[in-house]
């Protein structure tokens, strides 16, 4: 396995002091409120271990959230579990499913946790590329791919790096190509706040041929702006959970008590994530003004925290080529896509940007971005 692309950038933005629109985490505080409650159940003796599934008023706040967001009910204390960030849970849901020469279908490009996770178990990944600009589901290259050696699907919506979100029409193909089948899904749904434009989130839970079949993966810290806090929770129906449990429970046992709790206490008021689609479109599009007059040519982003930009007005070298020069040379880290492809695609002049950043970062990094006219 090589070293994450997030680790290096990161890495390359600290040496060079660079303005870091590369890693996708917020620069600014959470809510005080929040913070608040981690304290006081700190002070309270909420500080031993949790259930492995998670404390009790957490999973039914989880419950309660799904059925206000998406209209169902799911079962908090044999459907929830609550895990040390998404990225643990799709890891070892992917580990609990995955035995040698099983085939699972990752649309690409993917966040670059899927394929180790699938390949450290002997399996193999089958990509279906998401063409540029659009990035929208091919479902006759899916259904190439699908086939008795498939075990697993692999899907993002929002969709990290492209900023693009399914469609109703997408979900229903889905559902459709896998009827009759036992090939599972893992849905990852960090982003699920993260929708502009008056766009819905659509997640697989709504979908019953998909439902009965598949892990859906959420993130606090993405939600709440506590990255660092690790904690996420995933929604499996009970014989699908009992897998997940019996191998969580050698990988992480539990999860950070008191953020649970506060967590918990947080939920009570929804206004906390049904006022995100405002304040992150409005951070897009402070970025995309600061950014016009520059030679980057910037895609829509429909969802997540993220944008991509074509900067094949500036030069033609690779991806990861730009990225690190640009670092070096202009002081702003950007992410290069190509890592996020099992074989990136020739000639793609596109990186990935985070717009989760306080004004002063995005207007200081558009200004350095601006002036780059050339790079060879």
């Known amino acids: 396995m090589a070293t994450s692309i997030f680790t290096t ?17 917020p620069d600014f505080d959470a809510d005080p409120k929040l913070i608040a409650r981690l304290a006081f159940h700190a002070r309270n003796a909420h500080n031993q271990y949790a259930p492995p599934g998670g404390v009790g008023v957490l999973v039914e706040a ?6 206000r967001c998406h209209g169902i009910r799911v079962d908090a204390q044999q459907e929830v579990n609550i895990t040390s960030g998404a990225t643990q849970g799709l890891w070892t849901a992917i ?4 035995e040698p020469g099983d085939e699972a279908i990752v649309f ?14 002997g399996g193999v990944v089958q990509p279906v590329v998401l063409e540029a600009p659009e990035f929208r589901p091919d479902w006759s290259r899916f259904a190439e791919r699908l086939n008795d050696r498939t075990r697993l699907v692999v899907l ?5 790096p492209t900023g693009t979100c399914w469609r109703h029409e ?29 766009g819905e989130h ?19 810290g993405k939600t709440f702006h506590v990255t660092g806090w690790k904690v996420g929770y995933i929604i499996a129906p009970p014989p699908l959970m009992e897998q997940f449990r019996t191998l969580h429970q050698f990988t992480v046992f539990t999860v950070n008590t008191p953020a649970q709790y506060a967590i918990a206490d947080y939920l009570e008021e929804p206004e ?18 600061a950014l016009e007059g520059s030679r980057f040519e910037m895609l829509p982003s429909e969802g997540s925290y993220f944008c991509l930009a074509d900067y094949g007005n500036i030069s033609q070298v690779s991806d990861m080529r730009f990225a690190e020069r640009l670092i070096k040379e202009h002081g702003v880290a950007v992410l290069p896509i190509s890592p996020f492809y099992s074989e990136a695609p020739a000639q793609q002049t596109l990186v990935r940007l985070c717009f989760a950043k306080r004004s002063r970062t995005l207007t200081d990094a558009a200004k350095r971005l601006r002036a780059v006219r050339t790079l060879d």
């Open 9 to 25: 950038i990161s890495k390359l933005a600290r040496e060079h002091e660079a303005i870091n629109l590369g890693q996708g985490f």
């Open 62 to 67: 989880i419950a309660d959230k799904i059925e």
């Open 95 to 98: 580990q609990s499913v995955i």
């Open 108 to 121: 690409e490009p993917a966040y670059d946790s899927y394929a180790p996770a699938i390949r450290s178990k």
């Open 156 to 160: 993002n919506n929002p969709h990290n």
């Open 170 to 198: 997408d979900l229903l193909e889905l559902e459709r190509q896998l009827k009759g089948t036992d090939v599972l899904v893992l849905s990852d749904e960090v982003y699920e706040h993260l929708v502009y434009d008056d």
């Open 202 to 220: 659509l997640s697989v839970l709504r979908y019953p041929g998909l439902r009965e079949r598949a892990y859906v993966t959420f993130s606090f």
């Open 272 to 289: 906390h994530y049904t006022s995100l689609p405002e304040f992150f479109s409005n951070k897009r599009d402070e970025l995309y003004q």
